[in-house]
């Protein structure tokens, strides 16, 4: 069982949800409160806000590019996300606003944010106990 993030596009040169970016640190730290590495991944796999025809066809190649099973949690963020993605059952789904809408707009604490984001995803995660 995995924890997917899901933003929205890749920023230059890094990789999704960087640690660099302003977004990447504040899932950084939802993955050190929860004691997990997640898998961050982009709903668009450019640089760029996709824009046209993009919008329907990326989020289908998504399922494609990312290695999914069932039981994972996928964590969208941001509403645009939210409306893009391409939902399929057999998968917890866990609608968060995205980090950089959200507290670098005014929108609240991080310790708040994390802590809410932190209380949705622990309830679906099973962590490995040793025997």
């Known amino acids: 069982m995995k924890v997917i993030f899901v933003g929205i596009h890749n920023k230059e040169d890094m990789m999704p949800l960087d640690i660099l970016s302003k977004s ?3 899932i950084h730290k939802i993955e050190k409160e929860l004691g997990i590495n997640a898998v961050k991944t982009n709903l668009y796999d450019m640089d760029r806000m996709p824009e046209g025809n ?4 990326e989020p289908m190649a998504w399922w494609h590019r990312n290695d999914v099973e069932i039981g994972d949690v996928i964590v969208l963020l941001g509403m645009f996300v939210h409306d893009n993605f391409h939902y ?3 998968f917890h789904y866990i609608k968060l606003p995205h ?3 959200s507290l670098f707009r005014g929108g609240g604490s991080q310790n708040e944010y994390i802590k809410k984001a932190v209380e949705k995803i622990k309830p679906l995660i099973i962590i490995d106990q040793p025997n």
């Open 24 to 26: 990447g640190k504040i």
């Open 54 to 57: 993009e919008i329907d066809i």
């Open 88 to 90: 399929v059952p057999m």
């Open 99 to 101: 980090p950089a809408s």
